[in-house]
């Protein structure tokens, strides 16, 4: 012992605190020397300090479960199974994938581990249900049908609250019925009968809301085709996404017949485009940009469509049209912008002089976000972030259009990672402009999760 004390003095005394990356991989080593030298104290109390020093560092996941491991085979030294126990639930909390290597564990510290993991299931479960049960006294049906279609699903006493959660969803399922969202109705039905397979009432307004979104889904196709025919392109575009909210499934037969009718326009305009960029003609190329432009029913529609327009360079294209109305069509560039045309949330993107995206602080590229979603923490990861802080730094990729086409999360805990990288491929920015029009941006995102954000 008091070998180890003089060893914490001098470790004091050099001014070399446990902080940087291989200051705490030579303590996590050290900490394991000492364990297999059973000074089972002395590594608890180095593991400790260790511990304390990864609260701040929300990257080092690795670290975080070895230390959480060592403790608890320190503990097992000792012959204190429950705090060992502990240990390895916080290990499974952190990361519910661990395993433990049967070439250097014993059997009975896995049995033990098994045990804390099915504690933690258990506490887990038990939170959900108890969730399960505040949802249905809230009335939160929107909840409550969730469970339906998540994995916490085999956490819950459906027999329980079977009757209750069906009856919920059938007056929420009514309302809407009322209010003529024959969806939304279909769906809380439809939930009502999983819930409670034997409630008729459900399963009668279940046909009817059916019924009814057949019938509102053909006067709507009726509708498309007289707009879209008149080339009233704005009323078609409303039509268009009523029928799409009548289709969770968006390769459905009224969804596919109105897109084929889009994708057939677009396809002749971005033709037309090709052809023009050859000829140099800048005012009939704007021309189509602006009807492409009105065309598009959404910002995303036919991006596979629209990724095959030709880059053509204004001042490229003048000069070659000045001497034989020839350009090269490697040349990369952009379209020439009207001045009196203003860009809207579905201006088409153009190619830019240096078919680069613009690089872009993150602080700069937050005030553009016009649409931001919360990431949904999964359970097994609430209990960490209780008392602490994680950061999770995503690199994206925002189109002309404002949209996340690419999103990554290098390194950290994949829990965290998927809930984020979810949440932000959700979100919708600003285009971004320059002089030469709408342009596509690259930052690197730092997204704080709190106990705030773990509701």
């Known amino acids: 012992m008091f070998a180890y004390v003089v060893g914490l003095l001098m470790l004091v005394q050099s001014g070399n605190p446990i902080a940087s990356k291989d200051d705490i991989k030579a303590n996590l080593d050290r900490a394991e020397d000492l364990y297999y030298e059973a000074k089972f104290n002395d590594s608890i109390q180095l593991l400790l300090r260790v511990n304390d020093e990864l609260q701040s560092k929300p990257d080092r996941l690795a670290d975080k479960v070895n230390t959480k491991l060592q403790l608890a085979l320190a503990n097992i030294g000792l012959n204190d199974t429950e705090k060992a126990k502990s240990y390895f639930i916080e290990m499974y909390t952190l990361d519910p994938n661990a395993t433990l290597d049967p070439q250097k564990i014993s059997p009975r510290v896995i049995a033990l581990a098994g ?18 049960r505040n949802n249905l006294r809230a009335g939160n049906a929107a909840a409550v049908r969730k469970l339906l279609s998540s994995p916490d699903a085999k956490c819950i006493d459906m027999v329980a609250i079977g009757p209750e959660a069906a009856e919920l969803l059938y007056k929420t399922g ?8 024959y969806s939304n109705a279909l769906l809380n039905f439809q939930a009502a009968l999983k819930f409670s397979p034997k409630h008729d009432l459900a399963a009668q307004y279940v046909d009817l809301a059916q019924s009814r979104i057949q019938v509102a889904e053909e006067r709507a196709l009726i509708q498309f085709q007289k707009d879209f025919d008149a080339h009233k392109l704005k009323e078609a575009a409303v039509q268009f996404r009523l ?17 084929d009718q889009y994708r057939k326009a677009l ?35 036919g991006e596979d469509i629209r990724a095959t327009m030709k880059p053509c360079n204004p001042q490229t294209l003048r000069a070659d049209a000045t001497a034989n109305r020839q350009v090269n069509p490697l ?72 949209n996340v086409i690419s999103s990554e999360t290098p390194g950290g805990n994949p829990i965290f990672n998927t809930a984020v990288k979810n949440a932000i491929d959700r979100w919708k920015f600003s285009p971004a402009m320059d002089s030469s029009g709408a342009r596509c941006v690259d930052t690197e995102i730092p997204l704080v999760i709190g106990p705030l954000t773990s509701r």
Request: with cysteine.
């Open 267 to 301: 396809t002749a305009l971005v033709e037309s485009w090709n052809q023009t960029c050859a000829t140099g003609d800048m005012d009939a190329m704007n021309d189509i940009r602006t009807q492409i432009t009105e065309l598009l029913p959404e910002p995303s529609f």
């Open 331 to 402: 040349t990369p560039a952009i379209a020439e912008v009207r001045p009196e045309t203003k860009p809207d949330a579905r201006t088409v993107p153009m190619m830019n002089p240096t078919n680069q995206c613009l690089q872009i602080d993150f602080r700069v590229a937050m005030t553009r976000l016009k649409t931001r979603v919360e990431p949904e923490i999964p359970r097994e990861g609430r209990p960490y972030i209780q008392s602490n802080s994680v950061t999770v730094r995503v690199k994206i990729r925002i189109d002309a259009l404002g």
């Open 115 to 132: 045990d804390a993991k099915t504690s933690m299931t258990r506490i887990r479960c038990q939170a959900i249900g108890d969730d399960a």
């Open 174 to 181: 009514m309302e809407a019925y009322k209010s003529s969202d």
């Open 243 to 259: 029928i799409s909210s009548f289709n969770d499934n968006k390769s459905s037969q009224a969804v596919r017949q109105v897109s």
